[in-house]
């Protein structure tokens, strides 16, 4: 639930809090460096949240006849 938020509001990157130290580091410092960064699970759960047809996720932008190409 609070990842499209944050993603909405410039987050660069998003890792669950139970993530390991050196994980962590490693993500601040990919996302420092200037890239996006989502855990596996996350990028999982963004893609559930398509499915199920919440409108949040990247198709929600697409017309009817966009959907259906």
Sequence with gaps: RTVVPALRAGASGYVYKDVDPDALAGAIRSVHAGHVLLQPEV??????????????????TLTEREREV
Excluded: Y
């Design 43 to 60: 990028a999982g759960a963004l893609l559930a949240q398509e499915d199920a047809g919440t409108g949040t996720g990247r198709g929600s």
